[in-house]
């Protein structure tokens, strides 16, 4: 029989009315015609319709005009290789063009589904018995982009849950930067993507072991003079160019809340969505404490597994991962070394669940399968559903199995403490099935989670309903592991 679950009452849905504002750009023509109107009014109109528009989108929007003259900018350097006179523009006239170039994108007005859930760094202030956590969630609006959005809450002593109320803004990143990058993982990449290796070399040898972005471009543009420009070329560059996009550092400003935070896709790699961070509170050996997020870019084409770090949920790291055990979807990290190496699930093969040890949490190499379909409930593959939890039998890793009408079901197995190479229990019945409610939505039939904790003697788990909302259960870790059939 199957073990005894708790569904909590808390759900989150889809919400058009949490919107960003963002560069809207549509083609030279157009635009360099659109900028060229505004040019072209009398400094009356524009004070007249700069004003209504503020009027209009300035209650929507935190720093508002600080939006339109970011977005000035970028059209003007667009546009800087046509006959367009920015010169001795009017503060007004560049906002009104600012604004032209802006538009509002509803984020989570599709989805809001595939939540993680960590222990916050915060736990100030708070009743015996309790704990203030974080959840991400993979919100999904206009054309599937994805990004990843947080609310933060309160576990109770009775395991019972309260999320505080959303901030009123939605903002992106403050800064954002470029990384300094390393050259021989940066070349170890570029060969597992198969880039051409003689344009490899003619772009990367002549960098210092340490590089950053500027010093790439110009080493790219040297190869495009030296080989005409062919095709060859521009296509092994259009790669070197795309995994140099794809690591970055942004800042939030202190004083937005959790809730206001999203992180939208930033670079080309993932121009159409950040997809199921798996987040995970990592303790190293010397008890410094860094928060992980192991997560998929998609730019329309290919993925492009990547990891997020971050001390504070206000500033983030991100940058791709490196080898053959970090290909494919599914991969999360232990939240511990063992042995002294970093630890990673994985899926590598679309079907079963995978192993890596590493010295380098970006490097991963030679994955060892762990887990095969056993219950005809998982027959088309079984993955994780987050970073393990460590209990005193072992590591408890939530699964997700897939089987008949593709029905997404979860479920449980545990690894060795020392060994984790080794299953040592599994659950053979589901731990939760999509029910009546949770079956419907925009992918049918399919719970998902991208990571729990324990509470109190308890498995909170939060999980997507049908790629549409997200809800919460619980369970008792005691009977979990009794339920657990040795393998």
Not at 185 to 207: A, R
Not at 345 to 373: A, H, M
């Amino acid at each position: 029989m199957r073990i005894i679950i708790e569904r909590k009452p808390n759900r989150f849905y889809p919400d058009f009315k949490r919107i960003i504002i963002r560069f809207f750009y549509n083609s030279v023509e157009r635009s360099k015609d659109l900028v060229q109107k505004v040019i072209d009014m009398n400094e009356e109109d524009v004070e007249v319709t700069l004003t209504q528009t503020l009027r209009e989108f300035a209650k929507r929007h935190r720093n508002l005009t600080k939006k339109f003259k970011q977005h000035y900018e970028k059209i003007k350097d667009l546009l800087k290789d046509t006959s367009i006179d920015f010169k001795h523009l009017s503060e007004e006239k560049k906002l009104l063009i600012g604004s032209y170039c802006s538009m509002e994108y509803s984020i989570k007005s599709a989805a809001f589904f595939n939540p993680s859930m960590v222990e916050s760094p915060d736990q100030t202030g708070l009743e015996e018995g309790s704990k203030r956590v974080i959840v991400s969630f993979r919100a999904t609006g206009e054309g599937h982009v994805s990004s990843i959005v947080f609310h933060t809450g309160v576990i109770d002593y009775k395991g019972d849950m309260h999320f505080e109320k959303s901030g009123r803004y939605v903002d992106e990143a403050e800064t954002v930067r470029l990384h300094n990058y390393n050259k021989k993982t940066f070349i170890n990449k570029l060969s597992e993507m198969k880039v051409d290796k003689g344009i490899i070399s003619q772009v990367i040898e002549p960098l210092n072991e340490k590089f950053v972005y500027n010093e790439l471009l110009r080493s790219v543009n040297d190869a495009l003079d030296k080989n005409n420009a062919n095709e060859n070329t521009k296509r092994a560059i259009r790669e070197i160019i795309w995994l140099a996009d794809s690591q970055y550092e942004i800042k939030f400003s202190r004083d937005t809340d959790i809730s206001e935070r999203v992180i939208f896709p930033i670079s080309t790699t993932e121009r159409k969505g950040i997809e199921d961070a798996r987040f995970v509170r990592f303790v190293d050996d010397d008890g410094e404490v860094t928060y992980y997020a192991t997560y998929t870019a998609y730019d329309g084409y290919t993925i492009l597994p990547k990891l997020i770090l971050t001390k504070d949920f206000h500033n983030f790291e991100v940058k791709p991962l490196h080898g053959e055990g970090a290909q494919n979807k599914n991969l999360a990290l232990f939240p511990r070394k063992i042995n002294g190496q970093y630890v990673m699930l994985s899926r590598i093969d679309g079907i079963n669940s995978y192993i890596g040890f590493s010295d380098n949490i970006n490097i991963w190499d030679e994955p060892v399968k762990i887990q095969e379909p056993k219950y005809p409930w998982e027959y088309i593959q079984v993955g994780n559903c987050g970073a393990p939890e460590e209990t005193a039998d072992g590591w408890l890793v939530i699964t997700h199995g897939v089987g008949p009408v593709r029905r997404y079901c979860l479920g449980a197995s545990l690894l060795d403490l020392d060994n984790p190479t080794k299953e040592i229990g599994r659950l053979e019945q589901p731990l939760l099935i999509p029910n009546e409610e949770e079956r419907e939505g925009y992918v049918p039939n399919v719970v998902y989670s991208c990571g729990a904790m324990i509470h109190n003697n308890k498995i909170i788990i939060p999980y997507g309903l049908s790629d549409t909302g997200s809800g919460f259960m619980s369970v008792d870790i005691q009977e979990l592991l009794k339920k657990l059939v040795p393998v």
